[in-house]
């Protein structure tokens, strides 16, 4: 078990373009979570999936913003026509539902939109 | 809503020196708790949690919390700081429906020798 991983580490961009971050979770970790992290503030929630669904989307989450997990294995979460203030910290977590659901987090990838 | 706030965005203590770091959650229900930290470009570890057993929880690296429901409260404490304590902590409640985590802003603990 690896632990959750996240790729890339970083990006940078221009306004404007589109960016993709992928996550894999814990292997047979069926809730995969996202979270923004800005500086000096803790993260706040984006969305979750449980295997395919995404069951739950934060108002933060603007139309430019889509997450899928297809397969109910890793997710990506994509950003369209960037804007310097998306600029974050893009953290993923995964977990198993039941009764301790406890969430372990990647390591994030560090987005920069120049 | 669930909240949580953290009361001290700033806490230095010297090595050796008991630490306490102040957290209350709001909460229409028994909630669960958690304590994460987060070391400069290192992702968030989970340092303890409380999910309504024991009141008193212990965690990793010595770190302790107590639950106080009648001052809804969820410290963190440690006897004795260690250099490698220094980084954010965040205090956490879980969402009643779907898990998501409710993070605190933040506390940064700095260590001095």
């Known amino acids: 078990d690896t632990g959750v991983s996240q790729d890339p580490r970083h990006k940078i961009t221009k306004r404007g373009q589109n960016v993709t971050f992928r996550c894999d979770p814990i292997s047979e970790h069926n809730r995969l979570y996202w979270y923004r992290q800005t500086l000096g503030q803790g993260p706040e929630f984006l969305t979750y999936?449980?295997?395919?669904?995404?069951?739950?989307k934060s108002r933060l989450l603007s139309d430019r913003f889509s997450a899928e997990r297809p397969k109910g294995s890793f997710s990506t979460l994509e950003i369209q026509r960037t804007e310097q203030g998306d600029s974050a910290m893009y953290l993923c977590?995964?977990?198993?539902?039941?009764?301790?659901?406890?969430?372990?987090f990647g390591p994030g990838t560090r987005l920069t939109v120049l | 809503a669930q909240s949580v706030t953290q009361l001290d965005s700033h806490v230095s203590v010297s090595e050796g020196t008991p630490v306490l770091l102040r957290c209350n959650y709001s909460s229409s229900y028994s909630p669960s708790l958690f304590w994460y930290v987060q070391h400069p470009n290192k992702g968030l570890q989970l340092l303890l949690k409380y999910t309504s057993a024991a009141t008193l929880v212990k965690g990793i690296n010595g770190f302790e919390a107590e639950f106080k429901k009648s001052e809804t409260s969820f410290h963190l404490t440690k006897p004795s700081a260690h250099m490698s304590d220094a980084a954010e902590y965040f205090c956490v409640v879980r969402a009643n429906q779907g898990g998501k985590l409710i993070f605190g802003q933040g506390t940064e603990l700095s260590v001095k020798p």
């Open positions: 999936f449980q295997n395919e669904a995404q069951l739950e």
């Open positions: 977590a995964s977990s198993f539902a039941g009764v301790s659901d406890t969430q372990y």
